[in-house]
């Protein structure tokens, strides 16, 4: 084991580097045709995880530094990463910091440290470069021009689960494979998010719509893009076909619980295990149930965390929902609920989210741990967010009365 954890370690410290290396480097001698076709493969490769980190910076606009200060900047960002994941099981993690600090493959970088930290390569006997393979693509295929459903989010909605995974209340009684579908459906729930709404797409006739017949449209999709990078990759084609067939099910099963719309039902069940004191962990389907609660819970977790923080999600969502309505304005279609600029403030929007979401299911949470250190903690920066919304909110529509 000891020596895995050096070895996937000197890969990820070899995926950080090859961010910041130039890459004509490998195009000239693979022009020169002095390289051999394994060469030739693995450098294919290099290029590949490349695309990203190229992409990424160009889309952003950042300029390359010149070679020499990019070294030795990079170098005191690798070591800032290193240092931030050795908290990553803290509330307070600086998820946008983390992303800086990694050039954007904050999704990468963590999830293949939480896979160490669990021993999860080990035990499923993962090949690192298909486990690469995979986690580029899915967090490739996140669309970072999106304000909020980009990789970013997909990384906070994993760390907030690695958070839920470590719950006393949970963490002993769950199996390698609760932890790795965990960490899985979390890192992809999201992906190809094209950063409108289902009725978005049911409207515009959009081919998802169609094809999902308008239900869980956009959460199936993420689902079978996520299977479709599993098998590209054959991340699992070494495990039985029974079994790759059940995980591919049981991320389908967590990702689809995602869907806002099926909130009540999972609330329901949740409160109606807590009220009758029935779960128990011993039972694979009940830690399932948890699991879905736990993913739902990360992914709107947002008003949870500490202020600082949790504005600035506020502001991506609303900045996504602004840039929907603005889409439907430019087409003469009708204004969704929430992405009016002019009606919709970012203050009404999260009280309204909080209140008819994040508050009722995060009680019941809290309920089911006990209350835990956690709980209570994030169920006073959910208070305390609140009441900050409450007082902007007031502060608006005094000025618009005046
Ligand atoms: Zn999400």
Redesign the pocket.
Known sequence: THMYNIYCKLILLMWLMMCVVDKSAFVSSAQQGEVESGTRRKIKRLLSFQRYCHASRLLRGLVPHTPGSLHLLDDDYLGQAAHMLSKVGTWNFDIFLFDRLTNGNSLVTLMCHLFNVYGLIHHFQLDMVKLHRFLGMVQEDYHSQNPY?NAV?AAD?TQAMYCYLKEPKLAEQLSPLDVFLGLMAAAA??VDHPGVNQPFLIKTRHHLASLYQNTSVLESHHWRSTVGMLRESGLLSHLPADMSQDMEQQLGSLILA?DISRQNEFLLTFREHLDNQDLDLQLASHRHFILQIALKCA?VCNPCRVWELSRQWSERVCEEFYRQGDLERKFDLEISPLCNQQADSVPSIQIGFISYIVEPLFEEWHRFTEPSLLSQTMMGHLHKNKARWNKYLSVCTMLLEQ
């Open positions: 459903h989010h909605v729930h999201d995602t992914d």
